[in-house]
């Protein structure tokens, strides 16, 4: 088996719990290797408190925690004096490209493909992939272990508890749509 490829996740996929339960049932199932910062962190749970009152700083602050501790190797660190040396049209991504070139990880996951453009990433050896086609590719790589994943997100999800459909139902809501048809073809194993 080739080795696990390395992601820097944007704050956009980790402000979904649905897309962030998933990334972290398959990071748990050693699919890929996370990676992100305080700054990447902080910019998701803000962005969730604003939008969502109902949620308070010390949940998200769990969730957070909780994240690190079976991220794995998820931290990227010296990735600061890299972000004045980087260009791309929103110049508060840079530390996003940043992160991923300290890092070594060959892929940003991220919705904002626009804001990643291909003529600023390939001389860094780095790709912008949207969610749905990085998470199409992970279960390509290894639809056994894949399932096993959603195998894991759906038996966390109890309260209430979710059917297969149910959580392609949330994944669509997410824009990703690729997958569960991928995942259509293993509906026996659910």
């Not at 339960?21 to 050693?30: A, K, N, P, S």
Request: proline share 6%; net charge negative; charged share 30%.
């Amino acid at each position: 088996m080739s080795k696990s490829p390395i992601a820097v996740l944007d704050a956009c996929i980790l402000y979904s719990a649905t897309l962030r339960d998933l990334f972290m049932w398959l990071t748990v199932r050693l699919a890929f290797q996370p990676k992100w910062t305080e700054h990447i962190h902080a910019e998701w749970m803000e962005n969730l408190l604003e939008n969502r009152p109902e949620l308070t700083r010390a949940r998200l602050e769990r969730t957070r925690d909780l994240m690190n501790r079976w991220g794995r190797d998820w931290r990227v660190v010296d990735y600061e004096a890299l972000i004045d040396t980087l260009t791309l049209p929103d110049k508060d991504d840079r530390h996003v490209l940043a992160a991923a070139v300290a890092s070594k990880a060959s892929v940003i996951v991220t919705f904002n493909l626009s804001d990643f453009p291909k003529r600023a990433l390939d001389p860094l050896g780095v790709r912008a992939v949207h969610p749905d086609q990085f998470l199409c590719e992970l279960f390509d790589k290894d639809p056994a272990l894949f399932v096993m994943a959603i195998h894991d997100q759906l038996d966390a999800l109890t309260n209430p508890p979710h059917t297969l459909d149910d959580l392609c139902g949330k994944f669509r809501l997410e824009h990703i749509t690729k997958l569960p048809k991928k995942l259509e073809a293993y509906r026996e194993e659910f």
